[in-house]
């Protein structure tokens, strides 16, 4: 799945971010409209405009929560992705748990590449359900949980904090590739696939009780 020709709401109250967004998302294809408040991409909304909506969710006016749920209203197939700070993370965990969003970003958001994965992965469950789905499957409770390791669950419980790899890295005394290296694995032993999804597995199945 490649971003060409992809349809993208981008909508934050931050200027800068807006135009790094879009600079990077056009040159790798995607045809990208931009939104600094709820009510310009209210205005901008109808149903098949866009494939794809990132929502930054702490913003003036129009909460960003509330943006999701008006612009879905108008087209129930957009995928959106949230764009949180620490401060908002439980309210994107929230939202993905009752499947009304598909993911989210933490910011400041240091690689675009994984902008890129993310949204590929939304297109992806985009085109292949139906349309008049409104809902995200519930995240499977993983199998298998007790086999993290001490050392996974440190790194884990580091992880849901919001620590960057360098940061678990520096935290723990390890190398980044090794954090690497567990992160894998443990994406593995959760069944998830993306950094968020593990975060909302922590918090939904309560790993942060685990005896470290």
Same mark, same amino acid.
């Given at each position: 799945m490649t971003l060409y020709r992809a349809r993208i709401l981008l909508v934050d109250d931050d200027t800068l971010h807006l135009e790094v967004f879009h600079e990077w998302l056009s040159a790798c294809g995607c045809e990208v409209a931009m939104a600094s408040e709820g009510e310009q991409a209210l205005a901008l909304m109808r149903?098949? @405009?866009?494939?794809? !909506?990132? *929502?930054? +969710?702490?913003? $003036?006016?129009?909460?960003?929560? &509330?943006?999701?749920?008006? +612009?879905?209203?108008?087209?129930?197939? /957009? &995928?959106?992705?949230?764009?949180?700070?620490? @401060?908002?993370?439980?309210?994107?965990? @929230?939202?993905?748990?009752?499947?009304?969003?598909?993911?989210?970003? /933490?910011? $400041?958001?240091?690689?675009?590449?994984?902008?890129? @994965?993310? *949204?590929?992965? !939304? +297109?992806?469950?985009?085109?292949?359900?139906?349309?008049?789905?409104?809902?995200?499957?519930?995240l499977p409770c993983p199998p298998f949980v007790e086999t993290l390791t001490p050392r996974e669950q440190e790194i884990l419980s580091r992880?849901? %904090?919001?620590?960057?790899? +360098? %940061?678990? !890295?520096?935290? /723990?005394? /390890?190398? &980044?590739?090794t954090v690497r290296n567990a992160l894998t694995a443990i994406y593995e032993k959760l069944k998830v696939t993306s950094r968020s999804q593990a975060i909302v597995a922590y918090r939904h199945f309560g790993l942060d009780a685990f005896p470290l």
């Open positions: 149903p098949g @405009a866009f494939d794809v !909506a990132l *929502i930054d +969710l702490k913003m $003036p006016g129009i909460p960003g929560l &509330e943006l999701m749920d008006l +612009l879905k209203d108008r087209d129930p197939s /957009l &995928e959106v992705i949230f764009l949180s700070g620490v @401060a908002t993370m439980n309210d994107a965990i @929230a939202a993905l748990r009752q499947g009304r969003a598909f993911d989210f970003l /933490l910011k $400041p958001v240091t690689d675009l590449h994984q902008v890129n @994965a993310v *949204i590929e992965q !939304a +297109l992806e469950r985009r085109r292949k359900r139906p349309r008049t789905a409104n809902a995200t499957a519930p992880l849901a %904090q919001g620590d960057s790899n +360098l %940061q678990i !890295a520096r935290g /723990l005394d /390890l190398s &980044e590739k």
